[in-house]
């Protein structure tokens, strides 16, 4: 079965970095766009980041363009996401998703999440 | 930007009743909009695919309507597992994707 699993979160100082990862099972992890989702305590989703199934195309949300990094290594089925220049509403928990392979850039599955608390 | 709105923010709901939700983007969208759940602590879970496609494994109790601008979920006869929030997501134009804030459904 699809399996989608984050690691990395943590807590981290403003200005610092971090990156995360999402191994991916139970698919051919090089056909499938994915993308990060994020979401505040409390609050509601927000999207972060796409990649193209090979790696050549990203595109970021505002508030994270030119801070984070979307990136994947498709020989070991694995999603990442560099963060830097960390600030405090970058807290939230990170999601990784998978493209829907009729729908682009609708969401089929998703991780379990990884929470990012950027504080002093 | 296409910007998603959902009406009512929040709404209070007894077992067995019809529950309507509603989604607006602020331009058309045609019928790219996908509907998810989420219940606390987990992550969401696709119910909608074209604003009225089923995912699998989805129970037919839930069904979409709509197409342009406006649309709608509907819960037929609310279960106990379906106390959760609710967030439509338009990807017409994407990037960016962009949810709508959530429809909160509890327990009158």
């Known amino acids: 079965q699809v399996q989608l699993v984050e690691s990395g979160g943590g807590v981290v100082q403003p200005g610092r970095s971090l990156r995360l990862s999402c191994v991916a099972s139970g698919f051919t992890f090089s056909t499938y766009g994915m993308h990060w989702v994020r979401q505040p305590p409390g609050k509601g989703l927000e999207w972060v980041a796409l990649?193209?199934?090979?790696?050549?195309?990203?595109h970021y949300g505002d508030s994270v363009k030119g801070r984070f990094t979307i990136s994947r290594e498709n020989s070991q089925r694995t999603l990442y996401l560099q963060m830097n220049s960390l600030r405090a509403e970058d807290t939230a928990v990170y999601y990784c998703?998978?493209?829907?392979?009729?729908?682009?850039?609708?969401?089929?599955?998703w991780g379990q999440g990884t929470l990012v608390t950027v504080s002093s | 930007d296409i910007q998603m709105t959902q009406s009512p923010s929040s709404l209070s709901a007894s077992v067995g009743d019809r529950v309507t939700i509603t989604c607006r983007a602020s331009?058309?969208?045609?019928?790219?909009l996908a509907w998810y759940q989420q219940k606390p602590g987990k992550a969401p879970k696709v119910l909608l695919f074209?604003?009225?496609r089923l995912a699998s494994g989805v129970p037919s109790r839930f069904s979409g309507s709509g197409s342009g601008t406006d649309f709608t979920l509907t819960i037929n006869s609310l279960q106990p597992e379906d106390f959760a929030t609710y967030y439509c997501?338009?990807?017409?134009?994407?990037?960016?994707?962009?949810f709508g804030p959530g429809t909160k459904v509890d327990i009158k």
């Open positions: 998703a998978r493209e829907n392979q009729w729908e682009p850039n609708a969401y089929d599955f």
């Open positions: 074209e604003a009225s």
């Open positions: 331009q058309g969208i045609s019928n790219s």
């Open positions: 997501q338009q990807y017409y134009s994407a990037p960016p994707i962009t």
């Open positions: 990649i193209w199934p090979d790696g050549s195309t990203q």
